[in-house]
């Protein structure tokens, strides 16, 4: 009587741990559908970004394959959604001249960005005794002599969307904001002196997004 009894316990033990397995997977099931629904609805757009302007406080080429450079820029970005939010995070700017990363890696601190909210940074990017390629070394002493050169203002970091309580997981951000940028100490093209052999100038670039 002992063994059946023993058996009897077993399989009721057995049955309770699969309906609880199941009603659990049900759950998640439908979580996750609920989640999807709620996703497709509100379609999440993706941030906007511009390049608003740059100050350029060193920019040199001082061997034909040396460089470094001192440039600070503000950088607008928006949330075009009504009511998904987005977590910025790990976030980092650097420039790029024909394919070429040109500067260190800045950091962008982290930050939540609420229904339409707008945030604007202004990271410095810069770099000392660069190593560049020897075909890029010419090109920017040339661009330098013909007062200004196309730079990529990149940025790679990772998102994540909020929904109501609900909060994704990472996503995979990048930005490029490709401009003109004039060089110069002296204010030409609409530039404003800001410093000893500095000048500002505003670029208003609409930049490139993928997520």
């Not at 100050?55 to 440039?71: D, K, Q």
């Not at 920017?140 to 013909?146: A, G, R, V, W």
């Not at 490029?176 to 500002?200: E, F, Q």
Request: net charge positive; with cysteine.
């Amino acid at each position: 009587m002992s063994d059946k009894k023993c058996s009897h316990h077993k399989s009721k033990k057995k049955k309770l741990i699969r309906r609880c397995c199941a009603g659990f997977l049900i759950f998640l099931f439908l979580a996750l559908l609920t989640i999807l629904i709620v996703w497709a609805i509100l379609q999440p757009k993706k941030p906007r970004f511009i390049l608003q302007d740059t100050t350029i406080f060193t920019f040199n080429v001082s061997a034909p394959n040396i460089f470094s450079t001192s440039i600070q820029t503000t950088i607008y970005a928006r949330n075009p959604n009504s009511k998904i939010g987005i977590y910025y995070d790990n976030m980092d700017i650097y420039a790029m001249y024909h394919n070429q990363q040109i500067t260190y890696y800045t950091q962008i601190p982290p930050v939540y960005q609420g229904h339409k909210d707008v945030n604007i940074w202004s990271p410095f990017v810069y770099g000392n005794n660069i190593p560049i390629a020897p075909y890029n070394g010419p090109g920017l002493s040339e661009d330098q002599q013909n007062g200004g050169v196309w730079l990529d203002f990149k940025i790679d970091g990772r998102v994540k969307w909020k929904v109501g309580s609900v909060t994704t997981g990472h996503y995979h951000l990048h930005v490029t904001c490709s401009a003109y940028v004039p060089l110069g100490d002296r204010p030409g093209y609409g530039g404003i002196m800001v410093g000893n052999n500095a000048v500002k100038y505003q670029l208003a670039r609409d930049c490139s997004v993928s997520v």
